[in-house]
Structure formats: C-alpha cells, structure tokens
C-alpha cells in the first residue's frame, strides 16, 4: 500500500493544506487513501456498500476540514472518519426478522409446498383476470374475503340468485382457463 510509505509529516502536511481548502490536496489524499481506506470499510460492510461509505468519508473530510489539527497526523483522522461513517451505514440497517414457526408454515416439510403454493397462486390470479368483473367480484367475495353468498348478494345489491348463478358460471369459466393453461405450461 502506498499509504504505508508515507512518512509523518507528509501526513500532517496533506491534512494542514486540505485544512486550507485546497482542492488538490483532497485529491491527493483520495489516491494516497482511497484504496486503504476501502480495505478498511471492506472489513466491515458488504461490498455493495464499501463504494458508496467510502464516498461519504471524502465528502465528511472536505466538509469537516475546519477540524483537521495540521500539527497531527492526518491518516489517524481520516480512519476515525471512515470507523464512524461505517458504524453509521450498519445501525442504518433494518434486520427483518420472520418467526421460524412461520417459515415453517409456509414451507412445510420439504420447500415443494411453499413453491407449488407460489406458482398455483400465480396461476390463479392470471385465471381470475380472463373472468367478467361481475364473476371475479363474487369469486374474490367468497373465496378471499370469507363471505357467504347471502352477505355477497347483500353487499353487490343483487337477487341471491343471480350471485349463485355468477358464482357457478365463473368457477367454471376458471376451471376452463386452468385447464388450459395448464395445457401450455
């Protein structure tokens, strides 16, 4: 690394001319660094992240160059920089965390089911979108929602006879389209 052959009072010069705002010497200390400073990040975040923290550790320095002490050495500074910004990238994390016991519902004994469950529901959807509205709303009503056909007919405003009849010609409009495509798949 280059960074390692750097003496001290290179170090401390460079952080006393960016404590001056010169736009060279942050550029400087970006090649001197930047690699060091992404292997230091790499330690602790994913590398998807290195890249984007690593950005936002030059941009503190320039921001934060009224702080920079030119009589110290500037790497101990930009380190302490790159810790805290790293810190910062993993509290920002959300860890989503499922019970096991509902894994364990979803996928049963061996994955299959979760996976046939996941591609019959696609298949469903698609079936239930050939369907007239007025069908699908009263398959949707019963079937996904928990209604009965009278509360059906009572929410639509329709004779429960009419429900039925939807509800009958619907299913096997379904079971039609299922069938074929179950034919193509």
């Known amino acids: 690394m280059r960074a390692a052959v750097i003496d001290a009072a290179q170090t401390t010069s460079l952080g006393g001319r960016i404590s001056q705002a010169d736009h060279g010497a942050l550029e400087e200390s970006y090649r001197t660094y930047g690699s060091a400073v992404r292997a230091y990040l790499r330690r602790f975040l994913p590398a998807g992240e290195v890249d984007d923290v690593l950005q936002a550790v030059f941009l503190e320095v320039w921001r934060s160059r009224s702080r920079i002490d030119p009589s110290r050495p500037f790497e101990g ?109």
């Open 77 to 185: 500074w930009l380190f302490g920089i790159a810790r805290k910004r790293a810190i910062d990238q993993l509290r920002r994390r959300t860890h989503d965390v499922v019970p096991v016991e509902t894994v364990r519902e979803l996928v049963g004994p061996d994955g299959e089911d979760f996976a046939e469950r996941v591609a019959w529901s696609a298949e469903l959807q698609a079936g239930l979108s050939c369907l007239p509205a007025e069908q699908r709303e009263a398959i949707e009503l019963s079937y996904f929602v928990g209604l009965t056909q009278a509360e059906i007919a009572d929410r639509l405003g329709a004779p429960i006879g009419t429900v039925k009849a939807r509800m009958a010609r619907g299913m096997r409009r379904l079971a039609d389209v299922l069938a074929t495509e179950g034919a193509h798949a």
